[in-house]
């Protein structure tokens, strides 16, 4: 029987009004039906905030260790149950059961993180301008914050928002990606489990423009932090922003691996093929541009077409498979118009360009990794984000031109050089114009207490990772305590 999924609001678990379902199905396997979800309302959404809104002050008086060590539970919990959770967002995304773990374990490690910073949440004590005075900063919570996250990393991106939105004192509305409600839901369970109190947490199922726009306009919603397409980022941006509220955006990316002509090519081929087809190259990190020197550039084709081929495409379950399908029929579609276009652009496409069938690739919805050479920056194929295996080739003549190919999109997210040399190393550290760059590694694959995001069109700024999102979902609130007995006055000519 296939699992019915509920939302989780005020405490309770509990169906959308509008009483419709839709189906989350198996990218692998279209007859696999992982579970049916709520398709719910902007009334649902609004018992979510009212509900998170009426936990919100007894939360705010928890102390920040005591919420601190509800992450921690809660992070114990994800190792236990990690193996179930990585197979089912397997069977519901479509990537490799490695990468589940991976995804998983993510979120574990920003749990603990989440609890060690629920000790510090430090403000600063600043001397005073006046005798008998105490100066100091302290953080509080924003109040009931809207979270709505992406199917690619359908546990670790929840969790880089929830956790120190918690741990913060806040109260959450999180709408989970219409592709991976399964894993939002076990996320859930388990943050109740270890000890988040009724209405704190609240999950609400369904699509971007019932659920996701309700959310965004709701008046008692203080922030909301989003990762996804810059076309809705843009729309969260502009409608939030008229009210005010404080948004922070992880949006797209074209992200590029340069590789000079003395780079290690084994190596640089080892972080091309995981950063370009590694998730089906369905990440806003994605490798979706490669750089080559015009002196290694020919060899290195070969040899990156050779090993391409090689990749095994399949059903993610099988710990054999290195590319798993993409999210779904549209996303597909999507892919191989990409590939007409840059085909009509007079790019070479060397190697994949169709849908990847035969056999039980028939089950699913898979794409080949493809491979264009003869790229340029305003080929639409160089310039716009794919979300999926295909990944193009621009020839260059020395580093600064690299650089500069690098830098000629609108997004900033992540970058990747592949050099021996120190000096070429330090120039694209400097020049670089991404949030994240990195040297002789490929541009995925971020640590959870680093700061994460980009520049550019790829944000508003705001990192997730590490303290970053601490700052985000608390405000500053400075105070001063005058025990001199007199009034004292500031901004005022005492000289
Ligand atoms: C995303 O694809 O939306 O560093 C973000 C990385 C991953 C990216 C996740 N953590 O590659």
Redesign the pocket.
């Known amino acids: 029987m296939t699992r019915a999924y509920q939302n989780y609001i005020a405490g309770e678990w509990c169906d959308s009004d509008s009483g419709r379902r839709f189906d989350n199905v198996n990218p692998a396997d279209h007859s696999d039906i992982v579970g049916t979800f709520p398709k719910s309302t902007s009334q649902d959404v609004d018992r979510a905030v009212r509900a998170a809104s009426e936990a919100f002050y007894q939360w705010s008086l928890t102390p920040a260790p005591v919420r601190g060590e509800i992450m921690k539970k809660a992070g114990d919990l994800l190792v236990e149950r990690k193996e179930e959770i990585a197979q089912v967002m397997t069977r519901e995304m479509g990537k490799v059961i490695a990468e589940t773990r991976g995804d998983t374990q993510?979120g574990i490690d920003t749990a603990y993180y989440a609890f060690g910073e629920s000790r510090r949440m430090f403000g600063r004590t600043v001397p005073s301008e006046l005798p008998n005075k105490y100066n100091m900063t302290t953080r509080m919570p924003l109040g009931v914050v809207g979270v709505i996250t992406?199917w690619?990393?359908p546990l670790?991106?929840p969790t880089w928002k929830l956790f120190p939105a918690l741990t913060c004192g806040n109260t959450v509305v999180f709408k989970s990606a219409t592709d991976t409600p399964a894993t939002a839901t076990t996320f859930v369970e388990i943050l109740l489990e270890a000890g988040v109190p009724s209405g704190v947490v609240n999950l609400v199922h369904g699509g971007g423009s019932e659920v996701g726009e309700a959310l965004v306009d709701h008046q008692d919603i203080a922030a909301i932090s989003f990762?996804g397409s810059s076309a809705v980022g843009k729309r969260i941006h502009s409608r939030a922003g008229g009210e005010l509220k404080r948004v922070s955006l992880?949006l797209g990316g074209k992200n590029a691996q340069i590789v000079m002509d003395d780079a290690d090519l084994d190596l640089a081929l080892e972080g091309v093929l995981w950063g370009a087809f590694g998730?089906t190259g369905q990440?806003?990190?994605?490798t979706s541009r490669l750089i080559l020197h015009k002196k290694i550039h020919d060899r290195f084709i070969e040899m990156l077409e050779a090993a391409t081929s090689k990749l095994r495409l399949g059903n993610g379950l099988d710990e054999e498979v290195q590319v798993g399908p993409v999210i779904n029929l549209g996303a597909r579609e999507n892919i191989h118009e990409y590939v007409q276009i840059g085909k009509k652009e007079g790019a070479q496409l060397i190697l994949g360009g169709e849908p990847a069938t035969g056999g039980d690739l028939d089950k699913g919805t898979f794409y080949q990794p493809t491979i264009f050479t003869g790229v340029i920056p305003g080929m639409r194929i160089h310039d716009e984000e794919i979300f999926g295996p295909v990944l193009s080739v621009i020839e260059t003549v020395d580093l600064s031109e690299a650089i500069a190919i690098l830098n000629a999109t609108q997004y900033g997210l992540?970058s990747s050089l592949y050099t021996q040399r120190i000096d070429a190393a330090f120039v694209a550290m400097r020049d670089i114009e991404c949030g994240?760059t990195y040297i002789n590694g490929p541009?995925?694959?971020?640590e959870c207490h680093m700061p994460?995001g980009g520049a550019k069109n790829t944000g508003n700024g705001h990192r997730e990772g590490g303290y970053g999102p601490y700052d985000f979902f608390s405000e500053t609130k400075t105070i001063y305590v005058d025990y001199s007995g007199k009034l004292q006055r500031a901004q005022i000519d005492n000289r």
């Open positions: 993510e992406p690619n990393f670790a991106i990762t992880e998730t990440r806003c990190t994605a992540s994240i541009t995925i694959g971020a994460f």
